[in-house]
């Protein structure tokens, strides 16, 4: 009689984040789907990771839907790898309406690389948070970090104007634009301009591109400038065209960072507001559970329904009862 067949135990926190820092890419993709769901060892797991955090560089990628961002990822990989740096990239990608996956992957796009121990690539459904990236982005960007990889590249959803997220995230973004969309100055208008550090003119070779050039530099002349002018870079992503000196505008801006300390000050910014984002997650569960669980609110929705109170006072209630 064949003895049944045991089912392994699922690894312990302390044994995943091992084998994650082991370059274990199982273990990788385990993390980061503990992490992207917000699973219970989610959070223990992070503790034990972020004191081996901080040696990739994050590169943030964005701009209109059209523009090329995925070819010139792919081409930005191809580069990177030719010098023997290992790449992660997040894709975020528009969110099913049925599965609440991500939706036309960009891993389906850079099929290329998937025998490529060097290389990572992970699609995110964005789940309808705003600016163009998932909730638990930079969370995801740690695990990446710990594994080992020397650049992530985050790209946003593009699906419109305001995907500004990224600038708060990213060490270098890089904001895409191509001629013949209608409108030269739209990127200004939704103040995603402001937050890019290189502008990248893709698909240079169709008619308007010298134009575009011109009104983009027109526009950086008019911003008020804290020490770095951006520069603008003309590539043919499709051809492999420009990528050079596009790295080498991106070196150019990691040493300015460096030079100026303004790479630590962006990392504090960024270490502020996630903290204040997760803690804003938790105080909501709390003040959802109240709302709906505690005797002390059980009336509250009639008696708003009813309008004999406004929400703010029943909010007020609700504040003041953590603080009870």
Known sequence: MTAPATVAAPPTTADLAE???????????????????????????????????????????????????????????????????????????????????????????????????????????????????????GEVTRVLDAFGFDWIIIETVGVGQGEVAVAGLADTTLLIEVPGLGDDVQAIKAGVLEVADILVVNKADKEGATRLVTTLRGMLSLAHSTGWSPPIVKTIAAEGQGITELLAEIAKHRAYLDTTQQRAARLRTRLRAETL????????????????????????????????????????????????
């Open 19 to 137: 084998r994650l820092r082991a370059g274990d890419r199982l273990a990788l993709t385990r993390a980061i789907t503990q992490v992207e769901n917000r699973r219970p060892a989610a959070a223990a797991l992070l503790r034990a990771i972020t004191p081996h955090t901080g040696h990739a560089y994050l590169l943030g990628i964005t701009g209109p839907p059209g523009g090329g961002k995925s070819t010139l990822t792919t081409q930005l990989i191809k580069a990177l790898r030719a010098r023997g740096e290992r790449v992660a990239v997040i894709a975020v990608d528009p969110t099913s309406a049925i599965s609440g996956g991500a939706l036309l992957g960009d891993r389906i796009r850079m099929l290329e690389f998937y025998q490529d121990n060097g290389v990572f690539i992970r699609s995110m459904a964005s789940r309808g948070v705003l600016g163009g990236l998932a909730a638990t982005t």
């Open 277 to 324: 984002d997760r803690a804003g997650d938790l105080l909501l569960a709390r003040l959802t559970a109240l709302l709906d669980r505690d005797p002390a609110f059980a009336g509250a929705l009639d008696d708003l329904a009813a309008r004999t109170v406004d929400p703010a006072a029943i909010a007020a209630a609700l504040v003041a009862q953590l603080g009870a």
